[in-house]
């Protein structure tokens, strides 16, 4: 329940009956552990994580409390009730870490896409952080026989995501008719998966997932970005179309973010046949349902951009 954090993305789960909700602090073991005792759960699927490199630059301690202490806090409270289940249970617990592939650094035009074999190389203090927690999930698997295993997944995207990062700004502003960002040149490039194929793909982790394992998921969809901004342009365009002219003469270039990574890429097959997944969104048809909701939901972004966040440029400057 951070800045980022819309309680109406759950609103038609909370309806479900299946779904319940407690509010706990990632760091606080003893509120972990209570959870634990409460909802004596099959898996975790461990999803919470601070996750703009913008912000990360700016203030990165909150990086390291929630992706680094609340990890070690998770898996310690984990542990604790593994050990109390029964033998079978025991052997069925799953505890799924939800990364990124950022932590394997940056790949060259030419370098071959990251694979779960990928030495890693992070170089943000984001992606430093989810480096330190994948490395402690592994340990609790090699030293205390935790059942651990790790996704790394690409930039994401769609519904509900909040409008600091790349396309919901780009989407918003261009909606409004203000100026689109890009950083530097706009060569950076990019593997976008949109966020119902990953979600799929996290559940077929959990269900089959193997202890140990790493799953390197994507969608074989890499675009610069200055790409992704020109096909939203575009995309709006079509279906609004603004009597001023192609949205994409609002294009600014700005200045870069300090250690821009140049690219990153995934090589998904290892997921694809492990987990009998495979992404069905193209990027062109996860944009197209990505714009059409931004449109259809004004009220939403509305709300933040005069609550919680303006879409006032982060990580700009290091002092």
């Known amino acids: 329940m951070t800045y980022a954090a819309s309680e109406e993305t759950v609103e038609d789960a909370a309806a479900s009956g299946r779904y319940e909700f407690a509010r706990a602090n990632i760091v606080n073991g003893s509120e972990l ?8 759960p099959q898996a975790v699927m461990h999803l919470a994580a601070e996750s703009h490199v913008d912000r990360s630059i700016d203030g990165p301690g909150v990086f390291i409390q929630t992706n680094v202490v609340g990890t070690y806090s998770l898996l310690e409270a984990a542990r604790k009730y593994w050990l109390t289940l029964d033998k079978a249970d025991r052997a069925a617990f799953r505890f799924h870490h939800i990364s990124t592939d950022e932590v394997f650094g940056a790949l060259e ?3 071959p896409p990251f694979t779960e074999t990928t030495p890693y190389d992070p ?5 430093a952080s989810k480096a330190s927690s994948d490395h402690l999930v592994r340990a609790w698997y090699h030293t205390y026989g935790l059942p651990t295993f790790v996704t790394n997944t690409t930039n994401n995207y769609g519904i509900w995501h909040f409008p600091e990062k790349l396309i919901p700004l780009i ?3 261009a ?3 203000k100026d689109l960002p890009v950083y530097g040149d706009g060569k950076n490039v990019r593997d976008w998966l949109f ?4 979600a799929e793909a996290l559940v077929k982790a959990v269900e089959t997932g193997v202890p140990g394992e790493t799953y390197a998921i994507g969608a074989r969809q890499p675009r610069t970005n200055l790409q992704v901004v020109e096909t939203i342009c575009n995309v709006l365009d079509e279906l609004v179309p603004d009597p001023a002219g192609p949205r994409s003469r609002l294009i600014r270039f700005v200045t870069d973010r300090p250690g821009h990574d140049f690219r990153y890429e995934i090589d998904p097959s290892h997921a694809e046949k492990a987990l009998d997944w495979k992404a069905k969104h193209t990027f062109e048809t996860g944009i197209r349902r990505t714009v059409q909701w931004y449109l259809d939901n004004r009220d939403w972004w509305e709300g933040i951009r005069a609550r919680r966040y303006t879409g006032n440029r982060l990580g700009s400057t290091v002092e």
Do not use: A, K, M, Q
Not at 33 to 40: A, N
Not at 195 to 198: A, G, S
């Open 33 to 40: 552990s209570r959870l634990f005792e409460t909802f004596r």
């Open 109 to 111: 035009p030419n370098d």
């Open 175 to 177: 909606i409004e008719g």
């Open 171 to 173: 989407t918003i502003n």
């Open 123 to 127: 170089r943000s203090p984001y992606s």
């Open 195 to 198: 966020v119902e194929d990953h």
